[in-house]
């Protein structure tokens, strides 16, 4: 397994030739598809703001450090679904759980979190957080499909394979939404971003969306 430091210079002297998958073609369908589905959804984002900051005290978004194309850092955006002393509460869980740490060490999520205030469980339900992404989309951060936006600590679960990770932008969807979600163990993640990146095609992209629309719908996995 590849160690930070491999992944550090991996991203700096090796991607910046290497092009982004998909090209001209996607970044294209990204910006007019997501510039269409913003303005389609104005006013759903704005009751959205409103009720995160009715239902508890805090900033409305919540951005997180994930790492993208080419290996670049950015503020992946998401309407806040955490109390805001979430870390506080989540080292008391894993302190006192050893299931649960060992849960949050196999996957980095907890079907029980402890963090997730209550009307945050209704937004992750219906994946309705993940909508202030589509601004990630427009800025050329993220894409409408692509591999999950990982940490850096994840890089290291793809080992050999982190290079097809960092030759495309994180998806606000892709094979793992449609796929179980949160049910995928790791490897499964892994396996499934990087056979996308190696075989991507516009109508892959265009298949994964339709099947999101069912996969939030019937909300296999989503926690």
Not at 52 to 79: A, E
Request: glycine share 8%.
């Amino acid at each position: 397994m590849l160690d930070i430091d491999t992944i550090a210079y991996i991203s700096i002297k090796s991607q910046p030739g290497q092009p982004v998958v998909g090209g001209k073609l996607k970044r294209t369908f990204d910006i007019v598809t997501a510039s269409l589905i913003l303005l389609g959804l104005a006013p759903l984002f704005v009751c959205l703001a409103i009720l995160v900051k009715l239902t508890d005290p805090g900033p409305i978004i919540y951005r997180h450090s994930r790492v993208g194309c080419k290996g670049r850092q950015f503020n992946c955006l998401k309407f806040r679904t955490m109390f805001v002393d979430s870390e506080y509460r989540l080292k008391l869980l894993l302190d006192a759980d050893p299931v649960a740490h060992g849960e949050w060490e196999r996957n980095w999520k907890l079907k029980n979190d402890p963090r997730i205030t209550p009307f945050g469980q209704v937004l992750r339900k219906s994946s309705a957080d993940e909508l202030p992404q589509l601004l990630n989309v427009i800025r050329g951060e993220m894409s409408l499909v692509g591999p999950r936006p990982v940490v850096v600590e994840e890089l290291t679960r793809y080992g050999q394979r982190v290079c097809l990770y960092l030759s495309s932008r994180p998806g606000i969807t892709g094979s793992w939404q449609i796929s179980g979600r949160s049910d995928c163990d790791y490897d499964k993640r892994v396996e499934l971003d990087t056979d996308y990146v190696s075989n991507w095609r516009l109508s892959t992209d265009l298949s994964i969306l339709v099947r999101t629309v069912g996969a939030v719908i019937e909300r296999n996995g989503s926690y």
